[in-house]
């Protein structure tokens, strides 16, 4: 089996179950959603992704059958790099990947909601075509991925130049933000 990137065949599997089966929990119903990284729940589960700068996190969830997950895309896209592997690290990517793993949880992709946070402008220079930022890309790049699947943003806490830890409980939708200027956001 030929693996599509740099690194062993072993280290892929690892990486591969780490990402299906394990990940960290902080506390019970509380998982955490590490960078390049991207995970699902249900009920009570509170997903938690700390310091998005440029990164975005996109929360998407079906309310009524209490099924959600989050997504900590670092880049816009994955063709500009040539190397897909995670797919989690870019959001042209992630969010079909995420789509994809809440339909498998038995959401019901015409109650699909999502919500954005980040893509700050953490640094004073621009990417390689000089258009914009990453984070002003990876917010253009992922409004353009919800809205080719037909999910809907319901909120939005985007842009600005302060790093978020983001909250997302599972079973209401609530998403709170805390900011490293340590003001506290509820969307």
């Known amino acids: 089996m030929d693996v599509p990137h740099k690194l062993s065949g072993e280290r892929v599997w690892i990486c591969i179950l780490w990402q299906l089966y394990g990940g960290e929990r902080e506390s019970m119903g509380q998982i955490i959603v590490g ?3 991207m995970k699902t729940g249900i009920g009570d589960d509170e997903l938690v992704t700390y310091a998005l700068g440029s990164c975005v996190g996109i929360c998407i969830y079906d309310e009524s059958r209490q099924i959600g997950g989050m997504l900590h895309a670092m880049l816009p896209q994955a ?7 995670p797919f989690n690290r870019y959001v042209d990517s992630g969010i ?3 789509y994809k793993a809440l339909c498998r949880r038995g959401a019901d992709t015409n109650r699909l909601k999502a919500k954005i946070i980040g893509g700050a402008k953490m640094f004073d220079f621009a990417m390689h075509n000089g258009n914009a930022d990453i984070g002003t890309s990876n917010i253009r790049e992922t409004k353009f991925q919800l809205m080719k699947l037909g999910i809907p943003i319901v909120s939005e806490m985007v842009g600005g130049d302060v790093g978020r830890t983001v909250y997302f409980s599972v079973d ?3 998403v709170k933000v805390r900011t490293t200027t340590n003001q506290e956001f509820t969307i």
């Open 35 to 37: 960078m390049a990284d």
């Open 79 to 85: 063709t500009n790099e040539g190397i897909i592997f």
């Open 172 to 174: 209401t939708g609530i």
């Open 96 to 98: 079909p990947q995420l």
